[in-house]
């Protein structure tokens, strides 16, 4: 049992590696003993557990993917009313990126080379980008015909809300530059982003008293 826990230990800390070397150096120019370095481990060990660098970045890729879409579709396919969905949705995502730091311009990265992996591994999680949308905008038109809400497109609002909670970590470097942060101060301002980012958006399509 010990042993394991020992070895899903070890296999984490390979994929957090990797997914660090992938994201700084690119696929392409990304080596195993580069991964093995920054793991800490030996080759040998490194290759136990991974044969080659495709089956890492298959399987951080798809995880990432998959974790972020299915706790996305859980948010929008739930009862809640659209003020709530919104500040889940800020909630998970910020979450999410701060746990998994390089995550953003790793997927963005793939993004570029092949978009269609990531809509093949977001279907693969029983919760595809399309459906997202398609549940988030009935949500948003109920709440613009009730008038609880401004009109507003559901795409550019669903856009909105990931640029404010993913563009930080993308600029992280330089944005710990200019505020003078180390990691610690920048992940308390990223949680302390969950609520201010939740009530700007909110506040944005509030109905405006005549």
Same mark, same amino acid.
């Given at each position: 049992?010990?042993?394991?826990?020992?070895?899903?230990?070890?296999?984490?800390?390979?994929?957090?590696?990797?997914?660090?070397?992938?994201?700084?150096?690119?696929?392409?120019?990304?080596?195993?003993?580069?991964?093995?370095?920054?793991?800490?481990?030996?080759?040998?060990? &490194?290759?136990?557990?991974?044969? $080659?660098?495709? @089956?890492?970045? %298959?399987? +951080?890729? /798809?995880?990432?993917?998959? *974790?972020?879409?299915?706790? &996305?579709?859980?948010?929008?396919? $739930?009862?809640? @009313?659209?003020? %709530?969905? +919104?500040? /889940?949705?800020?909630?998970? *995502?910020?979450?999410?990126?701060?746990?998994?730091?390089?995550?953003?311009?790793?997927?963005?990265?793939?993004?570029?080379?092949?978009?269609?992996?990531?809509?093949?591994?977001?279907?693969?999680?029983?919760?595809?980008?399309?459906?997202?949308?398609?549940?988030?905008?009935?949500?948003?038109?109920?709440?613009?015909?009730?008038?609880?809400?401004?009109?507003?497109?559901?795409?550019?609002?669903?856009?909105?809300?990931?640029?404010?909670?993913?563009?930080?970590?993308?600029?992280?470097?330089?944005?710990?530059?200019?505020?003078?942060?180390?990691?610690?101060?920048?992940?308390?301002?990223?949680?302390?982003?969950?609520?201010?980012?939740?009530?700007?958006?909110?506040?944005?399509?509030?109905?405006?008293?005549?």
């Amino acid at each position: 049992m010990a042993k394991e826990k020992r070895d899903n230990q070890t296999e984490k800390l390979v994929l957090e590696a990797a997914m660090k070397v992938f994201t700084q150096k690119g696929y392409a120019a990304a080596r195993m003993d580069d991964i093995a370095k920054e793991a800490n481990i030996n080759r040998a060990l &490194l290759h136990y557990y991974f044969r $080659s660098k495709d @089956k890492m970045f %298959d399987l +951080i890729f /798809e995880q990432k993917v998959k *974790e972020f879409f299915s706790g &996305l579709g859980q948010i929008v396919f $739930s009862d809640r @009313k659209l003020e %709530d969905v +919104i500040r /889940e949705m800020v909630k998970h *995502e910020i979450t999410l990126i701060v746990a998994n730091p390089y995550l953003p311009l790793f997927v963005l990265q793939e993004l570029q080379q092949s978009p269609e992996r990531l809509l093949n591994h977001a279907k693969a999680s029983g919760m595809s980008p399309n459906l997202i949308l398609k549940r988030f905008s009935v949500l948003v038109n109920d709440a613009i015909r009730s008038k609880t809400i401004n009109k507003i497109e559901p795409g550019q609002l669903l856009i909105n809300i990931m640029s404010l909670c993913i563009y930080p970590m993308i600029a992280k470097p330089v944005l710990k530059s200019v505020l003078e942060l180390d990691d610690k101060k920048f992940d308390n301002m990223m949680a302390h982003r969950i609520g201010q980012v939740s009530e700007f958006i909110l506040l944005s399509i509030k109905p405006t008293s005549k």
